[in-house]
């Protein structure tokens, strides 16, 4: 057959396999200033979590703010905040709480700020935090139009639009939103969407000062919590599924965020250079979850609550604050039938959830390779390494973070997820059912999310709000029964109606008690039962769990003080062996004049209490022994030679006890008491003069 004239028959184009996507919407060069869609994602994402400010403090704000002493210094803190470990301004000290410890001054810094300026003031606080919320949504948005684009016309309806409704809706982002310590998170990524768009504007318009600004941003952002440092992996990601310049382009957009990478590595490693690993703390098993797993049950739990995570991702029910240390493991009825905490392989879950992420690395990994050999850029599988990859850090697959799991771990990874699905909405769904059921599916989804979100603000009301709602979910927890005891004992405390009273610490002693046998020799616990006795008036085991924490944390003054009040309380209410047995435990514990003291009290027990008139005085004698000075012991052995009828060696130290304090009422009185019983009538008499003069309220009928 001739050939047409001028015909130029084209050269046939490689095949290409295609992904089931559809094509990318075309950035306009000179796209039309359009602020409505960024307003309405900053609008959502602040209404999502605008109850919040009216709301108090609640479970780690004191560990950021209220009971740091770096933070309550406010400007002058700041210089202790930038060269300490976090959790230094809280213990006093520096611990190794977590391997690698935390180094999160830029966010610390901004509670200091406002503690400078306004102190305590949590509705501001949580003001903040959802201003922060809204424009990660406006960044994101800026972020994703400038990779996926979108049509002018019908920007509501775009992946990017979309992908950010999505991401602002979900309810797993409450635990950082609505709690105010958890603004290190929003920050971090915040400064770390500042500096991917930072990368793409240079890449667009060549622009020196955005390039060296998106360094500035990303080292802000690790400044504020180290785990953008993902981004360092999203970034070029990025850049490969959807190019915007050459690979020497993309080379040059990186190079300022890993100079300023290992800026901030290199200033951790001088803050940490003297850092002193606890070993007590680095083994307790609240801050190292598998310390009691065999290396098999290690993996095959980790496996189940990185399925969780994907359960959660999908349906964001039930949520929790609370996964200390062995919850979802295990419910309470389990653990106290003596199950082992954690699963092992042959929990279908842990499989399930092996399988599940070995396909989600996979066909990441794949569309990544395709993309590479210049196949069509996959939203979902460039969606799946998303989630992936700033997920693993959190999961303790390589090294134990400190925890089980928390829902705040999935803040950056949910990135993914959001926009897998706004791509099902407009592509898949769209396609194959119709606009009209998809956009029904997307505003079911955002409804109920939204829903799910608002409700959920609430339990972050305070502490008691929080661990009434989550005490039932987090069935096999520790931390949550402990908490909810010790919120149980202070509204026992507020309580004027003495069996409402009775009824309250009954319920805090029953989740305390639950708490140590979930982990025994849980330190908290210990505490708050003590006390929770102590209300009730049962002194016996006050003493017993206050000698328990006593030992674990003998160095604390509190717990040590608080033993030493209930031994006096039992004392005073006619249970000298309550009395005896924490003094003896305290006597292991104190020193020095505090030592001597105790051993005055103890003296005191066996003679007033038991009149054991040879045991008081070997004890009041132990007393002197430590602490000549001791005119308390002095007093007291002189009424015990008194009532041995040794007057002589009483009036002996009752005169050494005035040598001391000659102010002394109450031994003024008893030498003039003794006196008087030995005839010296206007010695005596002379004595107890003194002592009323000093004090109008003895008399010799009172003592």
Same mark, same amino acid.
């Given at each position: 057959m001739a050939k047409r004239k001028g015909y130029t028959p084209k050269k046939k184009e490689p095949e290409q396999v295609e992904a089931p996507e559809t094509p990318i919407e075309k950035v306009e060069e000179a796209p039309k200033k359009n602020y409505l869609p960024y307003f309405l994602v900053f609008a959502f994402g602040f209404l999502l979590y605008a109850n919040t400010i009216s709301f108090e403090y609640a479970l780690d704000d004191k560990l950021y703010i209220t009971a740091n002493e770096f933070t309550k210094k406010g400007f002058s803190g700041i210089k202790d905040i930038w060269t300490n470990d976090l959790m230094v301004g809280f213990f006093g000290s520096k611990k190794n709480l977590v391997e690698g410890g935390r180094y999160r001054p830029l966010a610390l810094t901004t509670h200091a700020i406002e503690w400078q300026l306004f102190e305590k003031s949590p509705g501001l606080s949580h003001f903040i935090n959802v201003v922060l919320y809204g424009l990660i949504g406006v960044l994101l948005l800026s972020v994703l139009r400038r990779i996926f684009g979108w049509k002018e016309k019908k920007w509501w309806w775009s992946l990017a639009f979309l992908t950010v409704l999505i991401y602002l809706a979900h309810p797993l982002h409450t635990e950082v939103t609505a709690n105010i310590k958890s603004r290190d998170e929003i920050m971090s990524l915040l400064f770390a969407l500042l500096a991917f768009r930072s990368v793409l504007i240079y890449i667009d318009n060549r622009s020196n000062?955005?390039?060296? $600004?998106?360094?500035?941003?990303?080292?802000?952002?690790?400044?504020?919590?180290?785990?953008?440092?993902? @981004?360092?992996?999203?970034? %070029?990601?990025?850049?490969?599924?959807?190019?915007?310049?050459?690979?020497?382009?993309?080379?040059?957009?990186?190079?300022?965020?890993?100079?300023?990478?290992?800026?901030?590595? =290199?200033?951790?490693?001088?803050?940490?250079?003297?850092?002193?690993?606890?070993?007590?703390?680095?083994?307790?098993?609240?801050?190292?979850?598998?310390?009691?797993?065999? #290396?098999?049950?290690?993996?095959?739990?980790?496996?189940?609550?990185? =399925?969780?995570?994907?359960?959660?991702?999908?349906? %964001? !029910?039930? $949520?929790? !604050?609370?996964?200390?240390?062995? !919850?979802?493991?295990?419910?309470? +009825?389990?653990?106290?039938?003596?199950?082992?905490?954690?699963?092992?392989?042959?929990?279908?879950?842990?499989?399930?959830?092996?399988?599940?992420?070995?396909?989600?690395?996979?066909?990441?990994? @794949?569309?990544?390779?395709?993309?590479?050999?210049?196949?069509?850029?996959?939203?979902?599988?460039?969606?799946?390494?998303?989630?992936? =990859?700033t997920f693993i850090l959190f999961s303790n697959l390589f090294f134990d973070i400190g925890a089980f799991m928390n829902e705040r771990f999935l803040f950056i990874p949910s990135l993914g997820y959001a926009l897998i699905f706004a791509y099902l909405f407009t592509g898949v769904i769209e396609k194959k059912l119709g606009n009209k059921v998809s956009s029904f599916l997307l505003i079911a989804m955002l409804v109920g999310f939204s829903g799910k979100t608002i409700a959920r603000n609430f339990a972050w009301e305070n502490?008691?709000?929080?661990?009434?709602?989550?005490?039932?979910?987090?069935?096999?927890? +520790?931390?949550?029964?402990?908490?909810?005891?010790?919120? $149980?004992?202070?509204k026992a405390k507020e309580t004027a109606n003495p069996q409402q009273k009775a009824k309250i610490l009954k319920e805090g002693e029953q989740y305390c008690l639950q708490s140590l046998k979930i982990y025994p020799g849980y330190f908290p616990p210990l505490d708050i039962i003590g006390n929770i006795y102590f209300e009730m008036g049962n002194y016996p085991y006050s003493v017993h769990y206050f000698i328990q924490a006593a030992q674990k944390k003998s160095n604390d003054a509190r717990i040590v003080t608080n033993l030493e009040v209930v031994a006096n309380t039992a004392a005073e209410k006619g249970d000298p062996q309550s009395a005896i047995k924490g003094y003896e435990a305290l006597i292991a514990i104190k020193r020095g004049k505090e030592r001597s003291r105790i051993y005055s009290s103890l003296g005191e027990v066996y003679g007033k209490n038991l009149n054991d008139l040879a045991n008081s005085k070997k004890y009041l004698a132990k007393a002197l022994e430590v #602490? %000549?000075?001791? +005119?308390?012991?002095?007093?007291?052995?002189?009424?015990?030679?008194?009532?041995?009828?040794?007057?002589?060696?009483?009036?002996?130290?009752?005169?050494?006890?005035?040598?001391?304090?000659?102010?002394?009422?109450?031994? $003024?009185?008893?030498?003039?008491?003794?006196?008087?019983?030995? =005839? #010296?009538?206007?010695?005596g008499n002379n004595y107890i003069q003194q002592a009323v003069a000093i004090d109008p309220s003895v008399s010799p009928g009172g003592n």
């Open positions: 000062k955005e390039l060296l $600004l998106s360094g500035v941003w990303f080292i802000l952002s690790l400044f504020s919590k180290e785990s953008s440092v993902t @981004f360092l992996g999203v970034i %070029p990601l990025t850049l490969i599924f959807f190019p915007k310049g050459n690979l020497k382009e993309s080379l040059t957009a990186m190079a300022p965020i890993a100079f300023f990478t290992l800026v901030y590595l =290199g200033i951790r490693l001088v803050v940490f250079a003297d850092q002193g690993a606890s070993l007590d703390v680095a083994q307790e098993l609240m801050n190292k979850p598998y310390l009691q797993a065999t #290396d098999s049950e290690r993996m095959a739990s980790i496996f189940f609550t990185m =399925g969780i995570y994907l359960k959660l991702m999908v349906w %964001p !029910h039930p $949520l929790t !604050h609370d996964y200390y240390p062995f !919850h979802p493991f295990r419910t309470f +009825a389990e653990l106290e039938a003596g199950a082992r905490p954690y699963v092992d392989w042959s929990d279908p879950w842990s499989m399930v959830s092996l399988v599940l992420y070995a396909l989600i690395f996979g066909y990441g990994l @794949f569309t990544l390779y395709q993309r590479i050999k210049g196949r069509t850029a996959s939203i979902i599988g460039y969606g799946l390494l998303i989630y992936f =990859g502490d008691r709000s929080l661990a009434e709602a989550d005490v039932d979910t987090s069935d096999g927890s +520790a931390k949550v029964k402990m908490t909810m005891g010790s919120e $149980l004992l202070e #602490d %000549p000075q001791n +005119a308390a012991a002095y007093q007291k052995i002189g009424i015990v030679y008194a009532m041995m009828s040794r007057a002589d060696s009483a009036i002996i130290n009752f005169s050494k006890a005035l040598e001391i304090e000659p102010e002394n009422a109450r031994v $003024l009185l008893n030498l003039g008491i003794l006196y008087n019983q030995l =005839g #010296d009538i206007q010695r």
